[in-house]
């Protein structure tokens, strides 16, 4: 399985063009050996998560800036385990403040990342979550 | 005899700097300009101070657009101000102007961006988050309640629905009994740059552009005091870009928004006096000052030179300032408040016609009153306690401020005659070039930042592991979407229904022939359809944009 690549959905959903964190984020991602689809901008709920199922991905990595992030993410994570996605990793980042990153804990988003973040630190996490659940 | 001791000493000195030790860093501009370690009037030879230059006031306008800048007027201190509620953002803007602000800026939420109403499908939990949400002539009336629109000038940060908001701003003054010809104020209405930058369009290129040029003809003739435009730098350097491509692509814009106004029939003196400009100012403080400086040199010399405008005000290249957003860490947020102070200098110095400094907390959230107290007194001690602004433009003439200034000039003009060979703005938009190019420049930037070419204190040098946050941090209520879709709702059953319907089927008809769109738009307001309505009747006669995504 380790040869394989670890294949990850970026999307934004909403209406939110800030779209330079996640395209600089699947640039990285890329680099580092994995795949990328970039779904774009205007995503819905529903769209991504059958992005995910039709692409068998492994990851999927939401962008936020708009302060809609619960609303999406609570969507996301409904629609993955409805679908039997529970098995995937979803994060993402943003504009996403320490209370509402607690509450997305809570609903089985371990972790998101915001600004000043480095990009390695985002290839390791999806490195270290894909090894830990391929192992 | 002089000249040759001139030169022996810059060659001295040479040899003494390469022989000094220096420091392992990074010396290049935050766009990856290389600097050289000193600028001397030999970087300056040839040069003609009186073209390149000329006086305050005067073509090229290098120095900047008045006799007298600052001594005559200082910069409007304009906060960009938007949250919630109309009524929440109502009382913030009568806080700011308890606190000396002297110009209004709105800011939408994301909803009234893209021309949807509160209600629609993809709103969901966006409502009221990063700006002001605005559905109806209904909430522009609560927006400005009991704020005089005759004696305060406005501005709306709106692009893809700006002609159909401006209607319904026009309806409220109507309202409030103020005649159009005393309304004071600037559109965004830049949709040129939401291709290229921020994203938010409704339409294909062509009838957006068609209803931009509809309001300059509209307002030219009813709203002479408005700014029809503001094009901006702002959102494409936010995306990423270097200095000199967010100078070239917003000129570019421009020259573009001349063109096709030209096209359709209008003396370009008849426009180009109302349009203005809207630019970043980013960390590096003197490449900013030289990029604001040559924007204002090739602005005047393509309007007097290309696009023949005899009227003076056409050459002039009135413009924003906004501190770089992008520079914000929310690690340590109070640092911010220096950051912002040093880019704000930088626009002042630059020349700017009014200012936006950014509050600390804007990397975390909207920003929370004090935050916002904070920024604006940051402007007014620059205005009041520094002294920069005694003497216009001082850093003109400095080797280093006017060689900049060339080098930026002489890439802009580059990248123009790259996009002529794509076959202009819109083209070069299709082919998504661009967005490439910005693209790029943001991957590169970051990457810099994660190998410590460059640095951000507090996020890849000089980090606080330990920090805790002590600032306060606005939150939007969730109870702000239900209300607002409530009133939309109430507004919806109390209108004259059939009135509305009447006035919708006269815009869609009117969009599928030439006529001028605003007066339609204006006829949409005053029945209270409903922003949304007014997008759907377009978007039957023009479609709907649909970007290739790729990163």
């Known amino acids: 399985m380790s040869d394989q690549k670890i294949k990850v959905i970026i999307a934004k959903p909403g209406l939110d063009g800030h779209d330079r964190g996640a395209k600089v984020v699947a640039r990285a991602l890329v680099e580092a050996g994995m795949e990328v689809v970039y779904l774009g901008l205007r995503q819905t ?25 619960m609303t999406h993410f609570r969507r996301v994570r409904e629609l993955m385990a409805e679908n039997g996605l529970d098995d995937r990793l979803l994060t993402g980042g943003g504009i996403i403040p320490t209370r509402d990153q607690e509450k997305l804990k809570e609903i089985g988003i371990p972790k998101v990342f915001g600004p000043g973040d480095d990009l390695q630190d985002i290839v390791s996490y999806i490195q270290n979550w894909h090894h830990s659940h391929t192992a | 005899m002089k000249t040759t001791n001139k030169k022996t000493n810059k060659k001295t000195w040479e040899e003494s700097y390469k022989k000094s030790g220096l420091r392992d860093a990074d010396f290049s501009s935050i766009s990856g300009r290389p600097l050289q370690p000193l600028y001397t009037a030999d970087d300056l030879s040839g040069f003609d101070a009186d073209a390149e230059l000329g006086f305050p006031g005067e073509f090229p306008f290098t120095r900047g657009i008045h006799p007298s800048m600052y001594r005559g007027r200082l910069w409007t201190m304009r ?107 600037t559109l965004q209405n830049d949709i040129l740059k939401e291709y290229i930058a921020q994203k938010e369009w409704i339409f294909p290129p062509e009838p957006h552009l068609r209803l931009i040029t509809d309001l300059m003809a509209f307002c030219a003739d009813h709203v002479p005091q408005w700014n029809t435009i503001s094009i901006s730098g702002y959102h494409i350097r936010e995306a990423g870009s270097t200095a000199a491509q967010e100078l070239a692509f917003t000129l570019a814009d421009g020259f573009c928004y001349v063109e096709h106004a030209s ?57 924003h300032v906004q501190t770089a957003g992008c520079s914000l860490t929310a690690q340590q947020p109070e640092i911010n408040i220096v950051r912002t102070a040093l880019e704000a200098l930088a626009g002042v110095l630059g020349g700017c016609q009014s200012l936006h400094t950014n509050s600390m907390d804007e990397a975390l ?76 420049a943001a991957y590169e930037y970051q990457l810099a930042l994660s190998r410590k070419k460059k640095f951000l204190v507090g996020v890849n ?31 919806r059953k109390n209108r004259d229904n059939l009135a509305v319907r009447s006035r919708l089927e006269a815009l869609e008809e009117a969009a599928a022939g030439t006529a001028n769109l605003t007066p339609h738009l204006l006829d949409c307001a005053r029945v209270y359809a409903t922003l949304g309505e007014i997008s759907d009747a377009l978007i039957k006669v023009f479609g709907e944009y649909q970007e290739q995504p790729f990163y």
């Open chain 1, 45 to 69: 709920p529903e769209s991504i998560v059958n992005a995910a199922i039709e692409e068998d991905a492994d990851v999927i990595g939401l962008s936020i800036l708009s302060g809609a992030h």
């Open chain 2, 79 to 185: 906060q960009f101000s938007g949250m919630g509620t109309p009524e929440q953002t109502n009382l913030r803007y009568k806080f700011l102007l308890e606190k000396g602000q002297t110009g209004l800026s709105v800011a939408f939420d994301n909803p009234t961006l893209y021309g949807r109403d509160s209600d629609h499908a993809l709103s969901s939990g966006e409502v009221g988050k990063t700006g002001v949400a605005v559905d109806t002539l209904a909430d522009m009336e609560r927006l400005f309640h009991k704020i005089p629109l005759g004696r305060i000038s406005t501005s709306m940060t709106i692009n893809a629905p700006a002609a159909w908001i401006f209607t319904m701003f026009l309806a409220n003054a109507e309202k409030q009994g103020v005649p159009f010809g005393e309304l004071r104020g």
């Open chain 2, 263 to 319: 096209r359709a029939g209008m003396d370009v003196d008849d426009f180009a006096p109302r349009l203005s400009f809207f630019f970043n100012s980013h960390l590096d403080f003197f490449e900013e000052i030289a990029k604001m400086r040559a924007a204002r040199r090739i602005w005047a010399r393509h309007m007097k030179d290309r696009y023949k405008a005899k009227n003076p005000r056409s050459w002039l290249c009135r413009f």
């Open chain 2, 365 to 440: 959230a909207l920003p929370s009153e004090k935050a916002v107290e904070i920024a604006l007194r940051t402007q007014q001690i620059i205005a009041f306690e520094s002294g920069v602004a005694n003497a216009i433009d001082p850093l003109g003439g400095s080797y280093f401020i006017e060689k900049l200034t060339a080098e930026l000039e002489e890439e802009a003009e580059k990248y123009f005659r790259k996009i002529d060979e794509l076959g202009g703005v819109v083209k070069a938009i299709e082919q998504g070039f661009f967005q490439r190019e910005i693209t790029r």
């Open chain 2, 461 to 491: 040098e000089f980090v606080n592991r330990d920090e805790q946050l002590e600032i306060p941090i606005l939150e939007i209520d969730e109870s702000v979407e239900r209300d607002q879709i409530r009133r939309l709702n109430e507004v």
